[in-house]
């Protein structure tokens, strides 16, 4: 590709009356389009294989149940992206307390923002979760201390 735009700008420039720094310009901006191009195609690409490996926390999606009438339910991405979810949480007896939220895949489990800050699910336990009514239960999710949810 770089050499076909390098002789189309050729040829444009010898077509006309151009001076020698024209037609230098001609040929550099030619040569950076198509090194740009070059350079989005690679990112692109980096991109599609990075969505490809992102943690896959599938297993996750369903509904999880806190205390008090808290819970949590994580959806894959409407848009089928891979590595993201939608997770809807009701995290507090406060009536503001709930909302929907976008969520991406980490290393240690996914990823989203509330307006109580950044915060992370984490596979746990119910003992990990710090709450006694999910003390000895196996398949748990961990936002922090005091806030866990799990299904039975």
């Known amino acids: 590709m770089r050499l076909w735009v390098i002789g189309a700008a050729a040829l444009v420039s010898a077509c006309g009356g151009m001076s020698n720094e024209q037609e230098a310009a001609i040929v550099e901006n030619a040569v950076a389009s198509a090194e740009a191009a070059a350079e989005n195609a690679t990112a692109f690409g980096e991109a599609a294989e990075k969505a490809k490996s992102a943690p896959n926390r599938d297993a996750w999606v ?13 959806e894959k991405d409407p848009g089928g992206s891979l590595g993201r979810y939608r997770l809807t949480n009701k995290w507090s007896l406060d009536d503001e307390a709930s909302g929907t939220f976008d969520g991406v895949a980490t290393a240690k489990g996914i990823a989203f923002n509330r307006p109580d800050g950044a915060k992370e699910l984490v596979a746990s336990d119910g003992n990990a979760t710090g709450l006694k009514y999910l003390a000895g239960k196996k398949d748990c999710l961990t936002v922090a201390p005091g806030e866990g949810y799990c299904r039975d």
Request: hydrophobic share 55%; aromatic share 8%; proline share 0%.
């Open 62 to 74: 369903g509904k999880w149940i806190g205390v008090e009438g808290l819970v949590l339910t994580i």
